[in-house]
């Protein structure tokens, strides 16, 4: 069966993320739309497949699969277009809203992204997320050795993450934890000054189900070292693991042991990370090829927006905040 993929904006993530494993699939044929034509052509020179001038013009194809790989600030308004054409599935990148970019989610932006899933619903659209952190090596290995070691239930969560991976360290929270119930956050003294914005350091405690965890989301962490630090503690052990490739720390309290698990060398951190997209996308054709759920749905990247919501609310309001009672998911 071949199946019909379109690809909705085809700038360096389309071309350096997706598009090399998708077109080495032999059962998929393609097709682009992007608001500059000439780089959706580069994109069919290259990959193979066609050109369409408008969304219209896509969705007329009636594809499988289309891919919205637009910048965080234009991906709702593709969104709705695409999803007024109700297509089969619609693969988001992440953040799943962000107007005015990933470093500055806003309250508005989980009420966009809640509308864009009930808009998937009524449609008969099934969403899918990227979220490829859950692919590496390291987050992989930790769930298969909390698994064989009887770790049992998760107590408590602690995170460094530098906002390069705050999205994708939230959703880490989300796969070990569960839905939060309450978040209260505080800004941190350090300020960083971007290219026509400011970012805050940010430090937050919150509840999940019988976790309770910290994280701090901060610009500062020097980007020569590993740009997050999770621990995970459960009532048999805990866990640490750090970056892309780093070595993960194991304390396993029913055999006293401390150990370490170490990646073999052969692949930097930039490896790991292209890699790791390679891995989410099979997982997810696999899915589709089977009839299957997706391995992320869209309702993760809903769930990370939820987290920071609540954060920027508790951080304006100054007072903790119930998550699921004040941004209900659905």
């Known amino acids: 069966m071949t199946l019909r993929v379109a690809i909705v904006s085809t700038g360096n993530v389309a071309g350096n993320n997706y598009l090399p494993f998708l077109a080495r699939q032999p059962d998929l044929t393609f097709s682009y739309f992007n608001r500059t034509r000439s780089r959706a052509e580069a994109c069919a020179a290259t990959f193979g497949g066609q050109v369409a001038d408008s969304i219209?013009?896509?969705?007329?194809?009636?594809?499988?699969?289309?891919?919205?790989?637009?910048?965080?600030?234009?991906?709702?308004?593709?969104?709705?277009?695409i999803l007024q054409r109700r297509p089969k599935r619609l693969f988001?990148?992440?953040?799943?809203?962000?107007?005015?970019?990933?470093?500055?989610?806003?309250?508005?932006?989980?009420?966009?992204?809640?509308?864009?899933?009930?808009?998937?619903?009524?449609?008969?659209?099934?969403?899918?997320?990227?979220?490829?952190?859950?692919?590496?090596d390291q987050t992989q290995t930790a769930l298969q050795q909390v698994a064989e070691r009887g770790f049992g239930a998760l107590t408590q969560i602690t995170g460094l993450v530098h906002y390069n991976c705050w999205s994708h360290c939230i959703d880490l929270v989300h796969l070990f934890a569960g839905p939060l119930t309450e978040i209260a956050a505080l800004p941190g003294p350090v300020v960083h000054r971007k290219a026509g914005y400011v970012v805050e350091d940010v430090a937050a405690a919150f509840s999940a189900g019988k976790a309770s965890g910290t994280i701090i989301g901060t610009a500062t962490i020097d980007r020569g070292f590993p740009l997050f630090e999770m621990l995970f503690s459960f009532e048999g052990g805990r866990l640490t693991f750090r970056g892309l490739d780093g070595d993960m720390e194991i304390l396993d309290y029913s055999g006293a042991r401390h150990e370490l698990l170490a990646l073999t060398r052969e692949h930097s951190s930039r490896d790991q990370y292209r890699l790791s997209f390679d891995k989410a996308l099979d997982a997810y054709l696999t899915s589709v090829r089977e009839g299957g759920e997706p391995p992320v749905t869209g309702l993760a990247g809903l769930?990370?927006?939820?987290?920071?919501?609540?954060?920027?609310?508790?951080?304006?309001l100054g007072r903790p905040v119930q998550v699921q009672d004040e941004f209900p998911l659905d």
């Open 303 to 316: 769930q990370e927006l939820q987290f920071e919501a609540a954060l920027k609310r508790s951080i304006r």
């Open 56 to 81: 219209d013009g896509l969705m007329r194809a009636d594809p499988d699969i289309v891919f919205l790989l637009s910048s965080e600030t234009a991906r709702y308004e593709l969104a709705r277009a």
């Open 92 to 136: 988001f990148e992440k953040p799943l809203v962000a107007m005015l970019g990933q470093a500055q989610v806003t309250e508005d932006d989980f009420e966009k992204g809640r509308e864009l899933l009930r808009c998937a619903r009524a449609g008969g659209t099934e969403t899918a997320m990227i979220f490829n952190y859950r692919f590496f």
